[in-house]
């Protein structure tokens, strides 16, 4: 069974930084795409940042760039996201997500394989 287990959400106040920790269990797939996911109240879940696990490509939303950083290990099988310089805007549930291909972060999949989410709120 494929498990991903979310750690590291909460609340901050703007300009204050987080680390969101996800690790991935039960995969036999060789490489694939860890990342995350977001879904603020009233909206779509969209995708945020992600990477893969076999070259390291990353994919960023364009509203994160600059401020996010998606890194992975794969001898933990964990993937974390570095979220520096957070506004109010970011507030939302953080899934992780592992899908097959990074272009499929880019947007509102909705296939793969889930996590229960984290929720990040960040304070003005």
């Known amino acids: 069974e494929e498990v991903l287990v979310e750690s590291g959400g909460g609340l901050v106040q703007a300009g204050g930084s987080l680390r969101l920790s996800c690790v991935a269990s039960?995969?036999?797939?060789?490489?694939?795409?860890l990342g995350w996911f977001r879904q603020a109240p009233g909206k779509e879940r969209v995708g945020v940042s992600c990477?893969?696990?076999?070259?390291?490509?990353?994919y960023y939303e364009d509203s994160v760039k600059g401020r996010f950083t998606i890194t992975r290990d794969n001898a933990k099988n964990t993937v974390y996201l570095q979220m520096n310089n957070l506004k109010p805007e970011d507030t939302a549930v953080y899934y992780c997500?592992?899908?097959?291909?990074?272009?499929?972060?880019?947007?509102?999949?909705?296939?793969?394989?889930w996590g229960q989410g984290t929720q990040v709120t960040v304070s003005s």
């Open positions: 990477i893969s696990t076999y070259d390291g490509s990353t």
């Open positions: 039960g995969f036999t797939a060789h490489d694939y795409v």
């Open positions: 997500a592992a899908v097959g291909f990074l272009r499929y972060c880019a947007g509102t999949y909705t296939g793969g394989s």
